[in-house]
């Protein structure tokens, strides 16, 4: 079982990118999944939540992102996206993507994020 996170890049402040996270080996709309970011010297930084769509399929940001940043399933696809808007140079960072394999039909927060994609750069810069 793995997750693979793409879709970063440079971008000019004010611009667009979409991220995804594609799962192999399950089914991604049966658990939680997470988006996260690190920014060079600081901590890492959840920024969305996506309850299972067997639980409520509530989404959660932080306030920093609110109202700039959309996360959405695509079961078909078995892929998570991450879609940012107006973005601003505090927003670069590696941006990663997460699950609990054990929050099968949970909500937001799991107990602890046990598998990871590689991560995937975003740099928002003129």
């Known amino acids: 079982v793995q997750l693979q996170a793409s879709g970063g890049g440079l971008v000019q402040p004010g611009g667009s990118l979409r991220l995804s996270c594609a799962a192999s080996g399950f089914r ?22 996506l309850s299972s769509s067997d639980g409520d399929g509530t989404l959660h940001y932080v306030d920093s992102v609110k109202g ?7 079961n078909a696809k078995n892929t998570v996206y991450l879609h940012l808007n107006s973005l601003k140079p505090e927003d670069t960072a ?4 997460a699950t609990d ?13 046990d598998l990871w994609g590689q ?5 928002v810069s003129s």
């Open 68 to 74: 700039r940043f959309t996360a959405s399933r695509d």
């Open 28 to 49: 991604l709309d049966h658990y939680v999944i997470g988006w996260f970011r690190q920014a060079p010297g600081k901590e890492r930084e959840g920024v969305a939540c």
């Open 94 to 97: 590696v941006y990663y993507c």
């Open 119 to 123: 991560g995937t750069q975003v740099t």
């Open 101 to 113: 394999l054990r929050s099968v039909g949970s909500m937001c927060p799991p107990i602890k994020y």
